[in-house]
């Protein structure tokens, strides 16, 4: 909020909350991605994808990040088909 002596003008913040709120997503999505790498990647590779989506669709500035977290939800995906079809279940452990 920014007031001029000459008139009283109010700047609108929505633009740079805006943004902020895409940055968010990107490393959200990044974070999520990275994570179900590990665990619940049923649930949190789809979260990072739609996260990442949104993020690029709105503009982030971080951009690599966004499609950082697009590549570990498609990759989340990835990893749980893959160890579906070695042992035909929808959870799997290290463990063997």
Known sequence: MQLTADTETV?????RT???DADGMAVASFVLGLLGLLVLNLFLGPIAIVLAGLALWRG???R?????G???GVADLAVLAAFVAADH???WSLAG
């Open 11 to 15: 700047r609108d913040p929505l633009p």
């Open 18 to 20: 805006a943004a902020r």
């Open 89 to 91: 279940t929808l959870s």
């Open 70 to 72: 697009l590549g570990l």
């Open 60 to 62: 982030t500035a971080r």
């Open 64 to 68: 690599g990040r966004a499609l950082l």
